[in-house]
């Protein structure tokens, strides 16, 4: 069931109706069953991973807070985190890592057919379970109490809005909110309205409208070349933003009718300076929870620079591994490791920050501001916007090879489809980037919300038009179900 879809319109009808006419234990009830109904229309067998899932952590949260004992708390611990890891190493990896290994065998004589056993990987395994991970870890810390309701931690690890691409919540923030009862409130609505037609503006009309583009110029075996290189990396490029920050926008839309408030997913990327601005504007929820629990629990950058850069190295690397199980997604961790050491040095001097400042702040540039700061604020971002479409090209790939094909035939040089291609870039983004830069000037996401009632009422004419005569429907998945 797609957020773009109409099965997902009429469920969220139906859910959302009969939510506010119960009280808040049947609305908890009914959060459950919906999600359960949403995750298992992909497939029903794999609710009982989330169901396993669910039983251990809130069995392990219960049995932690009852001892002292250090052993037993880390044994307790330690269950949770093979029981989960178990669960997605086998389901996401095993065939990557066994059809390495039968290559690796073949290439000396031996066969190995028992490696190919096809496992299917479940829709959204690695967000649920990161999510109830840090349920378990956070307790073993002593961040927060457990949750003595079995039905509030059900409804937090399946919440249906954000259960299949994230965005990954702490159950610090989602927990309490399932716990205490919701009031319905105009504002809210109106708000998530105006989240969920921006994001599926962003997914229907932007991500599937440039995937031809993008898909084209990575057909392996007839990849682009010259200026389509190019183009086609910029497709993907605003496919991708589109694609999964729509997604996050369409989560906190449909989050915020019910009466929740998820976190802010993405920040506005592209207008970052250096790698470590970027991580901190895109996919939020994972970049924090790789730096919260795997950063900082390998030593983060208290036992000096050598040690630093390990784990700075390490933590790229396993998250590229946790968007898929390819050989380019480990290059792509490897590659966004080594360009986070490669700006650290200039961040900690002040010389490569830039940062933008966040929502609240003016963000437009002084009026004493230098020409000289001008061009060097603008030269590091189109440098750091340089280096991130070069991991997109790595990470979109389908093959360590097509990389170098790729980048070999990258040139200036355009082709009789070149113009086409331009022009559905600017169609596509004729809206979104002026938007963009208002929201990055204003510091206020819904900026838009404050116009004055006519551009208003044009801009939502403008957005529901566009998805509704000219997106794409029906032809593509949200581009991190498969992660």
Known sequence: MLFNSLE??????????????????????????????????????FLSLIALSTVIDF?????????????????????SVVANLG????????????????????????????????????????????????????????????????????????????????????????????SAPRTFSWDQLAEGWHLILWGLYKKVFIADGLARVANQAFVSGAEACGLDVILGLLAFCFQIYGDFSGYSDIARGVAKCLGFELMVNFDLPYVSKTPSEFWQRWHISLSSWLRDYLYFSLGGNRRGNARTYWNLSATMLLGGLWHGAAWTYV????????????????????????????????????????????????????????????????????SVRQIGRLLAGCSLSPSPQSAGWARTLCARLALLLPIQFGQYRSGDHLFMRRWAFPLRLAFYFTVFYSTVIFGVFGAHEFIYFQF
């Open 59 to 79: 069995a392990v949260g219960l049995r932690l807070s009852t001892t002292d004992d250090a052993v037993r708390r880390k044994r307790l611990l330690l269950c």
């Open 331 to 398: 290059v792509w961790g490897a590659y966004q490791g080594a360009i986070l050491m490669l700006y650290r040095p200039f961040e900690r001097s002040g010389t490569g920050s830039g940062r933008s400042p966040k929502s609240g702040d003016s963000t437009a540039l002084p009026a004493s501001c230098s020409l000289p700061h001008a061009l060097l604020s603008f030269t590091q971002w189109a440098l750091m916007f340089v280096l991130t479409n070069l991991g997109w090209l790595i990470f979109r790939a389908t």
């Open 87 to 178: 669960i997605l190493g086998t389901f996401k990896y095993f065939n990557f890592f066994a059809d390495s290994l039968a290559r690796v065998l073949s290439g000396v004589g031996l066969e190995a057919s028992w490696t190919a056993l096809h496992i299917v990987l479940p829709v959204g395994i690695s967000f649920y379970t990161f999510q109830t991970m840090s349920y378990t870890i956070d307790v073993y810390k002593r961040k927060m109490e457990p949750t003595r309701s079995f039905l509030d931690f059900a409804v937090f690890v399946a919440f249906f809005p954000q259960l299949v691409a994230g965005p990954i919540e702490r159950a610090s923030r989602l927990l309490p909110q399932v």
């Open 8 to 45: 997902f319109g009429v469920f969220f009808v139906v859910v959302f109706t009969a939510y506010w006419l119960l009280s808040h234990r049947k609305q908890n009830w009914l959060l459950l069953f919906a999600s359960y109904y949403f995750y298992g229309s992909w497939n029903w067998k």
